[in-house]
């Protein structure tokens, strides 16, 4: 039973940097599809970023548009651990941030399928 546990959450100014980690314990994650979502106040969940292995230890990584160029998946598989770096925050980006991850090679972004979430992490963006 994998469990994941995010941290770094935080309230930043727009224009600030923040970074999240997501570790997990129970298993090794370096095989799964790793992922963070979001929910903000009264929103669906959206999905953020992806990394998936595609073969020994190359990962491809995915953004939502309204992050792309802005946040930064990576993962450190020798922690069990994946980062979702976040970049140039706008107040848009208020919301919890969830880690997900799934033995699974693919997992649709609307976050159905996966098999283990953490219980999230709050980020406020706010002047």
């Known amino acids: 039973q994998v469990q994941l546990i995010e941290s770094g959450g935080g309230l930043v100014q727009p224009g600030d940097s923040l970074s999240l980690s997501c570790a997990a314990s129970?298993?090794?994650?370096?095989?799964?599809?790793m992922a963070w979502f979001r929910q903000a106040p009264g929103m669906e969940r959206e999905f953020v970023a992806s990394?998936?292995?595609?073969?020994?230890?190359?990962?491809?990584?995915n953004y939502a548009d309204s992050v792309k160029g802005r946040f930064a998946i990576s993962r450190n598989n020798a922690k069990n651990t994946v980062y979702l770096e976040m970049n140039n925050q706008r107040v848009v980006d208020t919301a919890i941030y969830y880690c997900?991850?799934?033995?699974?090679?693919?997992?649709?972004?609307?976050?159905?399928?996966?098999?283990?979430w953490g219980e999230g992490t709050d980020v406020i963006v706010s002047s």
């Open positions: 129970g298993g090794s994650s370096s095989r799964y599809i």
């Open positions: 997900a991850a799934d033995p699974a090679l693919f997992r649709p972004r609307t976050g159905e399928g996966y098999g283990y």
């Open positions: 990394s998936t292995r595609i073969g020994g230890n190359v990962y491809s990584t």
